[in-house]
């Protein structure tokens, strides 16, 4: 079996929702990050990448469905390239990871592109075709920013409920307190803050043209635990026990646009692309669970992907953890029972934002980058998706100078 390398990823800054990149159409995202991989392997030549694939858990509006072709159109490489466009939600980029590295695996193709892409700003609304012509009642326009929609009437009503509402009631379960979330958000912001004036995202992420957005736009470096304390919460009212509301929109993660790509190859794309790898694709996992526990279903998507690694969790140095919420952050990295400090060091989506179908792939070039810093030798990535779903990618460091 041929071993699958990531090589490289990039990614716009993320803008907030109605923010810097709310008139940039999704499909020209998509396209800016397709430019900027192919302009960090100058010798490339396209016609050598066997495939695109992208994630987007919209698809409804500007996207025209399959993003991913309209990507490689519109960024000006050749149409002999295919392109397809996975929808596993929050993860989809992952997912475009996990499809793209299996056809490595399997011998067929050496280079892909691969990348995510999401303007929850410009989703758009839709409205329901009607059984019969000409109705005589009023027709409601649905979001398609964020959550269910157009729902079936089959599915149980306790699967249907908003992911914070899902959200109160995971950590009832798993018993965070208000506390704990807002340190943790806190914190998310002053680690994404400090790892920007650092440096560390300097080589990761390309502007937008015809923007002036720089860096990710929802961090917040005066967060404090006391100033999120003050926030009201959004799903439940505040309420003595353990039936009151604790999330509000200071410890969850904002709407956002934005775009990321990757390289994935064989050994053999090192000669196309002019570059070294930075990391071995070493294992992979995907779970389940009911879907309105949905925040806890990477704990076992990485605990599979760590297994099929050959590794155990006391090997693992470094931990991208998509924070769609705090609450069910802190639930999955307690159940891990690993050292906090090793998840998100550079920050996470609480503050830099999470655009669903962009989101997987930032975490596994800042997993890349951070080994790569570290010398570390293994990392983890790992997301939770709504409707019940968790994905997980394990990457070793082929540059690694530590066991």
């Not at 599915?155 to 704990?180: D, N």
């Amino acid at each position: 079996m041929n071993q699958a390398y990531l090589y490289d990823a990039v990614r716009t800054p993320f803008g907030k929702f109605g923010g810097a990149l709310a008139g940039v159409r999704p499909d020209d995202l998509a396209a800016e990050v397709v430019k900027a991989e192919v302009a960090r392997a100058p010798g490339l030549d396209p016609e050598r990448i066997d495939e695109v694939i992208f994630g987007n858990a919209n698809g409804a509006g500007e996207e025209n469905r399959n993003v991913a072709r309209m990507a490689t159109l519109l960024a000006g490489l050749p149409t002999s390239i295919p392109g397809t466009t996975v929808n596993r939600l929050c993860g989809s980029s992952l997912d475009a990871a996990i499809i793209g590295s299996r056809q490595i695996n399997a011998g067929e193709g050496d280079l892909v592109l691969i990348g995510g892409v999401e303007s929850m700003s410009r989703a758009p609304w839709v409205l329901p075709k009607t059984e019969k012509p000409y109705p005589a009642g009023n027709m409601t326009l649905a979001s398609t920013t964020l959550g269910w929609r157009l729902v079936n009437k089959k599915m149980p009503q306790e699967w249907t409920v908003s992911l914070g509402e899902a959200t109160e009631q995971l950590r009832e379960r798993h018993g965070i307190s208000r506390e704990r979330q807002d340190e943790f958000a806190a914190a998310s912001h002053r680690l994404a803050d400090a790892a920007w004036n650092e440096g560390k995202y300097d080589s990761m992420v390309v502007q937008v043209p015809g923007t002036d957005l720089n860096r990710d736009e929802s961090i917040r470096p005066t967060s404090t635990a006391e100033v999120l304390a003050g926030l009201k919460t959004v799903f439940r009212p505040v309420a003595d026990g353990p039936e009151g509301g604790t999330v509000t929109a200071g410890n969850a993660s904002p709407l956002n646009d934005g775009a990321s790509a990757a390289w994935l190859g064989s050994e053999a794309a090192a000669g196309l692309l002019g570059t070294e790898p930075l990391a071995r694709i070493a294992g992979r996992g995907a779970s389940a669970l009911e879907p309105q526990f949905f925040g806890f279903a990477p704990v076992e998507a990485a605990n599979q992907a760590v297994k099929r690694a050959g590794i155990s969790w006391s090997d693992v140095a470094a931990v991208e953890l998509n924070e769609a919420f705090a609450a069910q952050s802190l639930a999955c990295i307690d159940n891990w029972d690993i050292d906090p400090a090793i998840v998100n060091a550079w920050g996470g989506a609480v503050a830099i934002g999470h655009p669903l179908g962009a989101s997987g792939i930032r975490i596994l070039g800042t997993l890349a980058r951070r080994l790569q810093e570290s010398g570390e030798r293994w990392g983890v990535a790992a997301i939770c998706i709504g409707v019940g779903q968790g994905l997980a990618v394990v990457l070793e460091n082929v540059n690694s100078t530590k066991n």
